[in-house]
T-cell receptor, first 115, second 116 residues
Framework: GAGVSQSPRYKVAKRGQDVALRCDPI?????LFWYQQALGQGPEFLTY????????KSGLPSDRFFAERPEGSVSTLKIQRTQQEDSAVYLC?????????????FGPGTRLTVT | AQKITQTQPGMFVQEKEAVTLDCTYD???????LFWYKQPSSGEMIFLIY??????QNATEGRYSLNFQKARKSANLVISASQLGDSAMYFC?????????????FGQGTILTVHP
């Protein structure tokens, strides 16, 4: 079956531009996570959705970052007025249940480069 | 707060030999899960193995085994019979329950290079 997909795979943005990153989770998965991975580092949690509800956004680094999942399936991570420090790989993961011990399935990531 | 520490930035191993990648963790939650992921240069995060905090036996998955020492808070990954395709970045991660909703906390990673 289809896994988690993300688009675009690569995005180059000029500093100050807005970007939107899309995540298509595995069909029927309740939980959706966004992570940010800086070059040479481990991924860091950004935000969590359970269906359409954003239950945890404690990892979003600033109010320039906004995420939504309006119908409980596809999610979009939006970054406004991009800065160079936003350059990273953005990973999306989905999970079939809402509990902590369901496996998370990762997408291939979107590599964002801010110039 | 949860923390994962991987102290080996890079490791080298000869093909067909075994290698151990170190991971220590810190949490006050008695219920947690420990994971190892492989990230090749292509970027996808590949799940390798899982160990629950209440599991009595060490987890094994094919050539991967997890050396879980709860008292020491360590969860080292052992790869037996290394293959060239094992060259990648390896991440240890932890998940706890409660209001963390199962978000993963990752270590800094270890780059493994397998030599022919």
């Amino acid at each position: 079956g289809a896994g988690v997909s993300q688009s675009p795979r690569y995005k180059v943005a000029k500093r100050g531009q807005d970007v939107a990153l899309r995540c298509d989770p595995i069909s029927g998965h309740v939980s959706l996570f966004w992570y940010q991975q800086a070059l040479g580092q481990g991924p860091e949690f950004l935000t969590y959705f359970q269906n359409e509800a954003q239950l945890d956004k404690s990892g979003l680094p600033s109010d320039r970052f906004f995420a939504e999942r309006p119908e409980g399936s596809v999610s979009t991570l939006k970054i406004q007025r991009t800065q160079q420090e936003d350059s990273a790989v953005y990973l999306c993961a989905s999970s079939p249940g809402a509990g902590a011990f369901y496996e998370q399935y990762f997408g291939p990531g979107t590599r964002l480069t801010v110039t | 707060a949860q923390k994962i520490t991987q102290t080996q930035p890079g490791m080298f191993v000869q093909e067909k030999e075994a290698v151990t990648l170190d991971c220590t963790y810190d949490t006050s939650d008695p219920s947690y899960g420990l994971f190892w992921y492989k990230q090749p240069s292509s970027g996808e995060m590949i799940f390798l193995i899982y160990q629950g905090s209440y599991d009595q036996q060490n987890a094994t998955e094919g050539r991967y085994s997890l050396n879980f020492q709860k008292a020491r808070k360590s969860a080292n990954l052992v790869i037996s019979a290394s293959q060239l395709g094992d060259s990648a970045m390896y991440f240890c991660a932890m998940r706890v329950g409660g209001t963390s909703y199962g978000k993963l906390t990752f270590g800094q990673g270890t780059i493994l290079t397998v030599h022919p």
